[in-house]
């Protein structure tokens, strides 16, 4: 109650901004709270994501002001308006504990809101983590002018801490206000901090969900199946009992804020293609096949291909746009054979995982830099590491059996000794490797 309102003590930490111009911290503080245009007419959190450096890459195609942006606006030849976004009107700000009396106030708003909506999770905890200064809260504000400066100012809220060094960030609360909850506002809480990990070089969101929230953390895009090598998050967050792990990947090119629209815009893209592809076909009617249509084939054969031929050899078959390779892939062979290579895909990614789970595996998780070792390629002609088995697991061309991922891990291993020689720390690590590899060999050959 002593202290006093001043400039000095703004904010820094919020993301306001103006349409026209980037504002200081100070100056989108006031224009924001006062009513100004950065509250009124725009997204304050959105606009500044769109105006920043990290993020002109994704938004230089509908951002006329981008400096990456090439299109020139002309009277000839003018950028169509960009359509209204639901997000325009949500005042929001990313709230720290620095000190200052706006966020101060608004730590203790986050606070009571998370004690309300979350009655189960101990007061004392809740209280340690969103005021401890490693973390960080995305809150929504409301727009009422009467609950300025007081702690219903929050609508809604997500407290996380962030692991830049790893590229992920755990959410510790999410909640809204039971009053606004009819409003979706906890989809767009969601989506805005994605935009705003964007920012921050955040890849993966992880938290750790109770049976009541699974529903919600599934819509958000978060899914049980956790991609992340656990050794990236492992001992930085605790396991919590009865609670599911959860993981979201973060697109960094993709505005959340407009899934919808896009969604639509896809749709709408192949509705186009089909329409455009059978413009003509559809409107052509076909007369009855005569009885000695299928005179001199052989109609009893099965065979994947003979069907095929049979089919495309009908009347406005291929008028539609159908071909034998995309008959043939509707074969049963077709379908059955996608399967299996799915399957092995699956299986030798869960083999990469469960090496890169091995404590001594941290060595060989990503490339060596050939610029610090500048002699590797000397000596070592055919590198490789997880890292690349994983991106060639997942392009699907290039391991054809489980045999051929054991050999690239063999030839990990026995490069690392080839290089290192004895008596050294990477040389242990591979010879812990290649037992571990020697325990599971079995799983490489089922």
């Known amino acids: ?22 504002l200081s911290p100070d100056a989108s503080h006031e224009e924001a709270d006062e009513g100004g245009p950065s509250s009124s007419s725009s997204s304050a959190f959105h606009n500044d994501i769109n105006s920043s450096p990290s993020s002109s890459t994704q938004h230089h195609a509908t951002s006329s002001s981008s400096p990456n942006n090439t299109n020139t606006t002309t009277p000839n030849n003018k950028l169509p308006p960009r359509p209204p976004n639901n997000y325009d009107n949500i005042r929001t700000a990313i709230v720290i504990n620095n000190g200052t009396r706006t966020n101060l106030i ?10 309300r909506q979350l009655p189960k999770m101990p007061k004392e905890y809740i209280a340690r983590l969103v005021f401890d200064r490693r973390h960080k809260s995305l809150a929504i504000l409301s727009s009422d002018p ?12 997500i407290c996380y801490r962030a692991y830049p060094e790893m590229r992920f960030a755990e959410i510790a609360f999410c909640a809204v206000s ?34 009541y929230a699974i529903g919600y953390f599934k819509k958000q895009g978060f899914t049980k199946a ?45 509705l186009q293609r089909i329409r455009a592809g059978t413009a003509k076909s559809d409107k052509v009617v076909y007369p009855p096949l005569p009885p000695d249509f299928y005179a001199g084939q052989d109609v009893k054969s099965r065979a994947e ?88 697991i997942r392009r699907g061309d290039w391991y ?22 004895e008596g050294n720390t990477y040389y242990d690590c591979a010879v812990s490797l290649e037992k571990y590899l020697a325990s599971i060999s079995p799983m490489f050959t089922e």
């Open 106 to 115: 608004r730590l203790i708003g986050l606070k009571s809101l998370f004690a």
């Open 146 to 157: 009467e609950k300025k400066d007081c702690d219903d100012e929050i609508i809604g809220g």
């Open 178 to 211: 039971a009053s606004q909850q009819v409003k979706g506002y906890g989809t767009k809480l969601m989506n805005l901090l994605k935009m705003h990990a964007v920012t921050e070089g955040i890849e993966f969101f992880i938290t750790y969900a109770d049976n």
């Open 305 to 392: 291909k003979g069907a095929a031929e049979r089919s495309l050899a009908i009347p406005g078959v291929s008028e539609a746009g159908w071909t034998m390779a995309d008959l043939m892939a509707s074969t049963r062979d077709a379908k059955d054979s996608d399967k299996k290579k799915h399957q092995l895909k699956s299986d030798l990614l869960a083999l990469v995982s469960k090496v890169q789970d091995q404590q001594y595996s941290w060595c060989f998780r990503d490339p060596v830099d050939t610029n610090e070792v500048k002699d590797y390629l000397d000596v070592v002609g055919d590198p490789i590491d997880l890292k690349t088995m994983e991106k060639r």
């Open 226 to 270: 956790v991609s992340m090598p656990k050794g990236r998050y492992q001992g930085l967050i605790k396991d919590y009992d009865g609670g599911t792990i959860m993981e979201c990947y973060v697109h960094p090119t993709i505005d959340f804020t407009r899934v919808p629209e896009m969604i639509q815009a896809q749709k709408e893209f192949i």
């Open 400 to 421: 054809k059996t489980k045999h051929m991922l054991f050999s690239d891990m063999m030839k990990m291993v026995n490069n690392c000794k080839l290089y290192n020689g």
């Open 1 to 22: 109650a002593t202290l006093s309102k001043s400039k000095s003590n703004m904010s820094d930490v919020e993301i306001l901004s103006s349409k026209k111009r980037k």
